[in-house]
């Protein structure tokens, strides 16, 4: 990808796991946060109805995320979480990415670009990755606490499908006249990417590849 002019700047819109990072982020964290309170372990079995639920179609995506966080680690106080979320952000960044996508997020930032991490990840730790990437703006699902002691629900929408929709209408507001191109990995993303000016999706199948590129939308391959 090229430089863009300056009166070229976009709006560079980016998923966080499998667009950016290879694999998940969400349960890497939460597993090594509860390695480091094995106090804690005994409440794995809360997980149960959670699980049954969600298999049942009684709980969604959000709601399955927030049961686990809320389950393993409610009244887990702020300095505890923020430290592990520190170490955490800084570990995943660059391993946790892969090169291609981290080289085209800078040359976005190098050419002017406004920059933002969409991502159905959590905010205890997402906002840290994107400034460790020297992403300004971060767009990511809210956890819940109550006061300095996580809760560990939603707080707000899971950011993720249609979600994101709403998101990005938020941004042409806030930004009028740009551009945007936006990257992503999974069929929930293409309900925002299809709305855009560009749209790469990452790492498709040789099938959806192939559908994809009869709408317009460019499909590469990151490692």
Request: net charge positive; charged share 15%.
């Given at each position: 990808m090229e430089s863009a002019a300056p009166h070229d700047r976009r709006l560079a819109l980016f998923d966080l796991d499998g667009t950016?990072?290879?694999?998940?982020?969400?349960?890497?964290?939460?597993?090594g946060l509860l390695a480091r309170q094995p106090a804690r372990w005994i409440r794995l079995l809360l997980l149960v109805l959670p699980a049954v639920g969600y298999l049942a179609g009684r709980l969604d995506r959000g709601g399955l995320k927030g049961a686990i966080l809320h389950q393993l680690f409610k009244g887990m106080p702020f300095d505890t979480?923020?430290?592990?979320?520190?170490?955490?952000?800084?570990g995943a960044v660059p391993a946790r990415l892969m090169p291609a996508a981290l080289?085209?997020?800078?040359?976005h930032l190098a050419a002017g670009d406004h920059v933002v991490v969409l991502s159905a990840s959590p905010d205890?730790?997402?906002?840290?990755?994107?400034?460790?990437?020297?992403?300004s703006e971060t767009h990511c699902t809210a956890i819940r606490w109550n006061g300095l002691w996580l809760d560990g629900r939603l707080a707000g929408p899971n950011r993720r499908d249609h979600e994101k929709s709403r998101v990005l209408d938020t941004l042409r507001a806030a930004h009028p006249g740009l551009?945007?191109?936006?990257?992503?990995?999974?069929?929930?993303?293409?309900?925002?990417?299809?709305?855009?000016?560009q749209a790469v999706y990452v790492n498709a199948s040789p099938r959806l590849a192939a559908s994809l590129g009869a709408e317009g939308i460019h499909c590469v391959r990151w490692r």
């Open positions: 950016l990072t290879r694999h998940d982020t969400y349960l890497p964290f939460v597993l979480i923020s430290t592990w979320a520190g170490r955490f952000a800084t080289r085209t997020l800078q040359q205890l730790y997402v906002p840290l990755i994107a400034q460790r990437l020297g992403v551009p945007v191109i936006a990257y992503g990995n999974s069929p929930a993303d293409l309900n925002h990417m299809r709305r855009c000016e």
